[in-house]
């Protein structure tokens, strides 16, 4: 079964997972152990770059944001306004309730699917988005919320995703031929010449990209730039 059975809905199968036990839970999952601190580390210091290689720019849609994670790092610079948007709006509060109290105030949140933004054409400079791609299997569903971003974004997107061509993919493919045909699935490894090929079909053009840890994470951060004759 896809992951986007209902995309009529504008959600993700999961994402009403999320009550406030839920988002509690996911707020402290980044500092649960060493190897989780050091992998929020590194994800905080690759949007940190990515920022940078997409110009710095001074308008940001955090979607979805869960609880926040990336606000420090999103407010860093003090002219930037941060916008942050989630389907759950229990994982918002719960953002707004347990970060800083002035980290909190700098962000304009809102609800909605990332699929369907209720704000206006080029809203803010670039769109960061983050641990969202990975989860949608089919390509007309990134299709879809590939070119919402294109609608959204003035200027650039930050996405990042599972991709293969490293030791942890490889490994993934060999665990998953070993398993049982499971009728649910929430998380895939995306080839990067389909990915990239739907970045182009959207509207964009690849800028730069990011390795968590090259050659042998599947994390890859890409830094988009619109392009307008799309």
């Avoid at 720019?57 to 989630?86: H, I, Y």
């Avoid at 988005?129 to 971003?149: A, N, P, T, V, Y």
């Avoid at 030791?167 to 045909?181: I, N, P, Q, T």
């Avoid at 990239?196 to 890409?222: C, S």
Wanted: with cysteine.
């Amino acid at each position: 079964m896809s992951l986007m059975s209902n995309l009529d809905t504008n959600q993700l199968e999961f994402s009403e997972k999320y009550n406030e036990l839920h988002a509690k839970a996911y707020f402290y999952k980044h500092a649960d152990g060493l190897a989780r601190k050091l992998s929020n580390w590194r994800d905080q210091q690759v949007a940190r770059n990515a920022l940078k290689i997409a110009g710095n720019p001074l308008t940001v849609l955090d979607v979805p944001c869960g609880t926040g994670r990336f606000w420090e790092v999103l407010t860093e610079n003090p002219e930037r306004s941060v916008f942050a948007s989630d389907n759950s709006q229990k994982m918002i509060d719960i953002g707004l309730q347990y970060r800083e109290k002035q980290l909190s105030k700098k962000i304009h949140t809102f609800k909605a699917s990332a699929f369907s933004l209720p704000v206006s054409d080029g809203y803010v400079d670039t769109i960061f988005c983050i641990r969202l791609l990975h989860h949608i299997g089919q390509s007309e569903d990134r299709l879809k919320l590939l070119k919402e971003f294109h609608r959204v974004t003035k200027s650039t997107v930050i996405v990042s995703l599972w991709v293969d061509g490293n030791v942890k993919a490889w490994k993934r493919k060999k665990l998953e031929s070993s398993r049982a045909d499971r009728d649910y699935q929430n998380r895939y490894v995306i080839p990067k010449q389909i990915i990239e090929k739907e970045f182009t079909e959207a509207g964009f053009r690849i800028k730069d990209h990011l390795d968590f840890l090259p050659k042998y994470a599947m994390w890859r951060t890409y830094i988009l730039e619109k392009d307008e004759n799309m």
